[in-house]
C-alpha cells in the first residue's frame, strides 16, 4: 500500500491533539496501619489527603524494558535478538509544593516512620524526640504498601477552556503497585532570594499497570 503525503490540515488536526505534560492527578491511598500511625501523630489523610495530592509539582511516568539475548539465527553472520524477561524502572521521583502547615513532609517523614517502626508522637522537647525516635526494626512489608496512581488526562490544545468534551478523549491511569517511599531527596533552603519550597520523594513499586479509558465510560 502506498503512503502518500499528509495534507495540511491532517497535520494540523492531529497536531492540536497532542498529549500535554500538565494535566495529571496523583492518587495516594495508604495501608490502613500507616493512616493509622499518621492519625496518632495528628494527621488525618481522610481529610488533608486530597491537598497532598493536588500540590504535586512534577511527576514521572514509569518506564518499562525487555531483558534481551542473541542468538544465532539461520543466515550466515546473523545474530537475531530475543526477549525472555520484562523488567521495570525500580522507582518513581515525585516532587511537591510545600504548604505552610508543613503537611507534605509530615505525611512522608510519618510513612518512614512507620516502616523503619521508629517511635510515636509529638514531643516536648527535642531531646525527647531523639532518644524516642530509634529504629529497632522494619514493618513487614504488607503493612506499609500500598497501589499508587498516576492519572495522566487529556486537554484539547486549541481551546483551554475545553478539557474532556470530546467523546474519543481518553485517561491513562499508571497503577503502581506496592508502592512505598523509598527516598526523600535533600532539600536546600537558603537566604538568598525567596521561592516556593519543594519536597522530592521517590517511591518504589514491584510493576505498574496501564489502563486506558474513555472518559465517557468514566463518568457514566
Known amino acids: 500500500m502506498a503512503i502518500g503525503p499528509l495534507r495540511t490540515s491532517d497535520i494540523k488536526s492531529r497536531v ?15 495501608p490502613d496501619e ?15 489527603g486530597e491537598d497532598i495530592e493536588l500540590l504535586c509539582s ?12 542473541q542468538v544465532l539465527g539461520d543466515y550466515t553472520g546473523v545474530m537475531e535478538r530475543m526477549a525472555y524477561r520484562r523488567v ?3 522507582t518513581v521521583d515525585f516532587t511537591f509544593y510545600v504548604d505552610h502547615d508543613y503537611k507534605v513532609i509530615e505525611f512522608f517523614d510519618s510513612w518512614f516512620d512507620f516502616i523503619s517502626a521508629q517511635g510515636e508522637g509529638q514531643y516536648l522537647n527535642d531531646q525527647d524526640a531523639v532518644k524516642n ?3 529497632y526494626r522494619v514493618n513487614y512489608p ?3 504498601k500500598t497501589n499508587m496512581y498516576i492519572v495522566k488526562f487529556q486537554k484539547d490544545v486549541s481551546n483551554d477552556r475545553k478539557v474532556f468534551e470530546d467523546a474519543d478523549t481518553y485517561q491513562l491511569t499508571y497503577i503502581l503497585v506496592n508502592a512505598f517511599p523509598t527516598n526523600i531527596i535533600s532539600t536546600p533552603i537558603s ?30
Not at 35 to 47: A, E, I, T
Request: proline share 2%.
Open 16 to 30: 492540536l491533539h497532542l498529549a500535554q505534560t500538565s494535566v495529571y492527578q496523583i492518587k495516594l491511598s495508604p
Open 34 to 48: 500507616v493512616n493509622r500511625h499518621l492519625k496518632r501523630n495528628g494527621f488525618d489523610y481522610q481529610q488533608d
Open 58 to 69: 512534577n511527576a514521572v511516568l514509569p518506564g518499562t524494558s525487555l531483558n534481551t539475548h
Open 88 to 90: 521495570y524502572d525500580s
Open 133 to 135: 525516635a530509634a529504629a
Open 142 to 144: 504488607k503493612s506499609y
Open 191 to 220: 537566604y538568598e532570594g525567596s521561592n516556593v519550597l519543594r519536597y522530592t520523594v521517590s517511591c518504589a513499586f514491584d510493576r505498574y499497570v496501564l489502563n486506558k479509558r474513555q472518559i465517557e465510560e468514566i463518568e457514566s
